[in-house]
């Protein structure tokens, strides 16, 4: 069984630009979730979507977005990229939410670097 | 408001001694807890979770206590094996259809 696949693992951009991350969760799970990880602010929740519907949303500004596809694939998008956006972006998968069986399989990431 | 810590940010523990990693949250309604691992270049993974209804829950070598009148939640490893390195982070949900909230992390070094 496949898991969590983000796409690209790395990437380099200039500060103002904008980037889109791709993710595909496990076949069967409809819950996709994006996290920010820095060693400053860890974990940081960004948004839920389940059945194409943002269904939880975090404190970050409306540079960030995403958005799902009928297929549960999501993307999530940054536009006018700031230094402090540099981070690992991960997406969670999961059948339905937080408390389903074995709560979230994350992917392994895409570290976003903003120069 | 939303919180979850660790009480320390690294451990370090000789190998085949029992680690105990602890997590204090601020939440009283969460409903779901949840430990993770990561390890370097990977994303976390779920290593064991409880609800509120229960106080322990014991997986292969690794045990989750929940405390609710203090709200603090433990993990603790058995033997400890050198494949143990990792960060631990611990998460915690309101419910159901909630985000899960994370602490920030304890990295567990192992000494030989």
């Known amino acids: 069984k496949a898991g969590v696949t983000q796409t690209p693992r790395y990437l380099i951009k200039t500060r103002g630009q904008q980037v889109t991350l791709s993710c595909s969760p496990i076949s069967g799970h409809r819950s996709v979730s994006w996290y920010q990880q820095t060693p400053g602010q860890g974990l940081q929740f960004l948004f839920e979507?389940?059945?194409?519907?943002?269904?939880n949303k975090g404190n970050f500004p409306g540079r960030f977005s995403g958005r799902q596809f009928s297929n549960s694939r999501s993307e999530m998008n940054v536009s006018t990229l700031e230094l402090g956006d540099s981070a690992l972006y991960l997406c969670?998968?999961?059948?339905?939410?937080?408390?389903?069986?074995?709560?979230?399989?994350f992917g392994s990431g895409t570290r976003l670097t903003v120069v | 408001g939303e919180s979850v810590g660790l009480h320390l940010p690294t451990l370090s523990v000789q190998e085949g001694d029992n680690s105990i990693i602890n997590c204090a949250y601020s939440?009283?309604?969460?409903?779901?807890f949840i430990w993770y691992k990561q390890e370097s270049g990977k994303g976390p993974q779920f290593i064991i979770d409880?609800?509120?209804?229960?106080d322990k829950r014991q997986g292969q070598r690794v045990t989750v206590l929940l405390n609710k009148t203090v709200k603090h939640l433990s993990l603790q490893i058995a033997a400890t094996q050198p494949g143990d390195s990792a960060v631990y982070f611990c998460a915690e949900s309101p419910n159901r259809d909630d985000k899960i909230i994370f602490g920030k992390g304890t990295r567990l070094h192992i000494l030989p």
């Open positions: 409880i609800r509120s209804n229960m």
């Open positions: 939440n009283s309604a969460s409903d779901y």
């Open positions: 969670a998968s999961s059948t339905s939410g937080a408390s389903s069986n074995y709560g979230y399989t």
């Open positions: 979507y389940f059945s194409e519907t943002q269904r």
